[in-house]
């Protein structure tokens, strides 16, 4: 697998993630697409590790998300089970493999300072810093998506699902929405991405 991660990450990222990888005991293994999560690490019980990433990021996405499953291993190997998954212990070890990365012959230089500001701190999910999830989709495939944010108030939209919602209003940083169905409320980030229903 390893040889095959050139179709999906920038070119000249290859020989820094091919030194982070080589560990006889890590398989790398690129899944369809998952609606919830663009990537997973799991320690098997065969005493394997294992890294899946969805086959559908673009270049950029694909390479943050690897080395963010990449660090799991890692701070799994260096401190145990113990640790939070996404605890102090992680994010100094993304911080720490990510940075040789940050430079502007992988990534272009707009999205490099929003990713230096990223890793200040960085998340258990890219998509929950805004501004950086909404750059990064400006590389994905053309698609018949609205950003959340676009869309009216009182306008009919679904999601991946197929859940209808309408739109209510912005709160301080999330948008509420009403579950046609049900009644309930929901918040969605700016960056989801839905199917306005257009009305007759």
């Known amino acids: 697998m390893q040889s095959k991660l050139i179709h999906y990450i920038p070119e000249e990222a290859l020989s820094k993630v091919l030194k982070l990888l080589d560990h006889d005991n890590l398989v790398i293994k690129v899944k369809g697409e998952r609606k919830t999560k663009h990537g997973d690490y799991r320690a098997l019980s065969s005493g394997k590790h294992q890294i899946t990433i969805n086959s559908n990021l673009n270049k950029y996405r694909f390479l943050i998300t690897l080395i963010h499953e990449i660090a799991h291993f890692e701070a799994f190997q260096n401190y145990g089970r113990q640790i939070k998954p996404h605890g102090l212990e992680w994010k100094r070890t993304f911080q720490h493999l990510m940075l040789p990365f940050l430079n502007p012959e992988i990534f272009p230089n707009h999205l490099l300072s929003l990713l230096a500001n990223h890793f200040k701190n960085p998340k258990a ?36 699902n197929g859940k209808m919602f309408k739109m209510l209003k912005k709160r301080v940083k999330r948008y509420e929405c009403v579950e046609i169905e049900t009644g309930k409320l929901y918040l969605f980030n700016p960056n989801a991405e839905v199917e306005v229903i257009k009305n007759k």
């Open 125 to 160: 999910s890219s998509d929950t810093d805004v501004k950086l999830a909404l750059s990064l989709k400006q590389y994905d495939a053309p698609n018949n998506k609205t950003y959340i944010f676009e869309v009216a108030p009182n306008t009919i939209f679904k999601i991946y």
